[in-house]
């Protein structure tokens, strides 16, 4: 008899093994509930098993303080920012992939691999439906005093606007970056405040015309956010552009962690997130825009029109993101 349970147990074993004979550790900005349903399915689709420690900030302090023993096998990020600092920490190695190198477009990724891009999202303009008739604007067209009282927006320090406008400092260098802001702050309905969301809401509520959202806000509204409907309902986008550029746009974006100790799970885990499947989940959970080409954006996000994205380099952005944060606070922005 205690042969046969030793032997019932050595099966159980055996069975349970393959399923998680592999483990990858996660640290992600992202929230839990968008990356839940992607790592359910790549350890369905490979038997690898995700372990998430989500935080909303110092993940990469965090590696760093590690060191070499740090867990950490891939970082999962949002933003030109924290791209940056997680290069800046130290605590990036290169990725090497050709399957990658052929997915992800050179500009959505690092020439030397410290970085890829997953997916992209765009800033752009939400417009009261009712009182916008305008159907295309530009990024300098909200300065234009014709938007007096009529502009709501967030904070200009959110990583969101920060990124825009180093893009704008990045294209029209220093006194014309700061008399646009000084002209997008006179033009202000409110004291900067909110989310993105809430700019919806205000212009719903007749407080603002237009404003500053990213692209998947909206979607989310009017597809998932019953409560929130109404805010969708009461405004449309527009795909803004730089004038004699594109529509300003920004990635989330993975990096394989220095001492990541399941290195070959970790390339497999990022490999994926660039496949099929879970570029499909990041278009219709997410509503972002995927990076592999095949994949078709939302019906949503469709709707807004083609997306022409702004031909920036992310590192040009990453580079006048301090000068911009400077601006904001010497026109006193968000005073
Ligand atoms: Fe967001």
Redesign the pocket.
């Known amino acids: 008899m205690l042969t046969r349970s030793l032997a019932l147990w050595a099966l159980a074993l055996t069975l349970a093994a393959p399923a998680f004979a592999n483990e990858v550790n996660v640290y992600s900005y992202r929230?839990q509930k968008l990356i839940q349903p992607l790592f359910e399915a790549f350890t369905k689709d490979t038997g690898i098993k995700v372990n998430v420690i989500s935080a909303s900030s110092g993940l990469e302090q965090r590696i760093k303080t590690e060191g070499a023993n740090s867990p950490a096998d891939v970082l999962l990020t949002?933003d030109v920012a924290r791209i940056q600092d997680a290069i800046d920490a130290g605590v990036t190695q290169p990725i090497k992939s050709a399957v990658l190198d052929k997915a992800v477009a050179p500009q959505y990724r690092d020439p030397d691999g410290a970085w890829y891009g997953i997916s992209m999202?765009a800033r752009v303009v939400y417009a009261s439906t009712e009182r916008v008739p305008q159907t295309a604007i530009t990024y300098e067209e909200l300065a234009d005093p014709k938007w007096k009282g009529k502009i709501c927006i967030r904070s200009g320090q959110h990583m969101?606007n920060n990124a825009l406008f180093a893009a704008y400092l990045a294209k029209h260098g220093e006194a014309k970056t700061e008399a646009w802001l000084k002209g997008l702050k006179a033009n202000l309905a409110q004291k900067p405040s909110g989310?993105?969301r809430e700019v919806a809401r205000d212009i719903a509520a007749g407080k603002c015309d237009i404003g500053l959202g990213?692209t998947?806000?909206w979607a989310l509204m009017n597809d998932k956010e019953a409560d929130r409907k109404p805010w969708a309902a009461a405004t449309k986008v527009i795909l803004p552009s730089f004038e004699g550029g594109g529509t300003h746009v920004n990635l989330s974006a993975v990096v394989l962690a220095k001492h990541a100790p399941n290195k070959d799970s970790a390339i497999k885990l990022i490999e994926w997130l660039m496949g099929e499947h879970a570029q499909h989940l990041y278009a219709d959970m997410n509503y972002e825009y995927p990076l592999l080409s095949e994949i078709k954006v939302n019906p949503t996000i469709a709707s807004y029109g083609t997306l022409k994205p702004d031909k920036l380099p992310l590192s040009e952005i990453a580079k006048n993101k301090k000068g911009a944060a400077n601006l904001v606070d010497k026109v006193g922005f968000d005073n």
Request: net charge negative; hydrophobic share 10%; charged share 35%.
């Open positions: 929230e949002v999202r969101y989310g993105d990213n998947y806000y």
